[in-house]
């Protein structure tokens, strides 16, 4: 069973930054790694993703503000978080999809970002 463990969060005032880690336990290669959020009364939204070659895709709200990056060989993940608002505050979750899988969740970090 894959086991993927999120690091990092935490209180930040506005402005500031953050940096999440996720361990994966086994190899990431061939998986897009993405980091999901979800606010208190929101559905969980996708935040950033990068794929197996690195290509990377950003949501609208975080775009030039976050970016993601991987280490394959060391199977983490990383979302760095800079001008960090009030409504980044959300639990922040670590996911690795595949077409042939149902894929794999971590359990999750807070991240509150306060003025």
Do not use: H
Not at 33 to 53: C, F, H, K, M
Not at 68 to 77: A, E, M, P, Y
Not at 86 to 102: I, K, W
């Amino acid at each position: 069973q894959v086991q993927l463990v999120e690091s990092g969060g935490g209180s930040v005032q506005v402005g500031g930054s953050l940096s999440l880690s996720c361990q994966v336990s086994g190899t990431i290669f061939g998986w897009t790694l993405n980091w999901y959020r979800q606010a208190p009364g929101n559905q969980r939204e996708l935040v950033a993703s990068i794929d197996t070659n690195s290509g990377t895709q950003y949501a609208g709200a975080v775009k030039g503000r976050f970016t993601v990056s991987r280490d394959n060989v060391k199977g983490t993940g990383f979302l760095q978080m800079s001008s960090l608002k009030a409504e980044d505050t959300a639990v922040y979750y670590c996911n690795l999809a595949r077409r042939d899988s149902r894929g794999y969740w971590g359990q999750g970090t807070q991240v509150t970002v306060g003025s």
